[in-house]
């Protein structure tokens, strides 16, 4: 049998050119209006910052969030997890 035909990756092509497409069009803004540049790089800080903050709350965060809830459940009805005590 005949495997078929890998297609390109025509999203990640498109989404490449249109990234060197809007970064030509910042460059030559900013060849004649400096401060724009200014903006784009504030706006590029903001996006790492918000990445960020996903990452930290999503992946780190988020499982100490859950435990703290499940332990406030227990705890309203009135199932204690067991502490762990020195002699065990």
Known sequence: MKQPAKQPP???????????????FVAIVAAVLPQVLFMVVTGA?????????????????YPIVVKMEE????????????????SE
């Open 10 to 24: 025509t999203v990640a092509i498109a989404l490449m050119v249109g990234f060197m497409m809007t970064m030509c």
């Open 45 to 61: 800080g903001l996006v790492l910052f918000f990445v960020a903050q996903y990452f930290l709350w999503a992946r780190c965060m």
């Open 71 to 86: 332990d406030a459940t227990r705890a309203a009805e009135g199932t204690e997890p067991k502490q762990p005590s020195l």
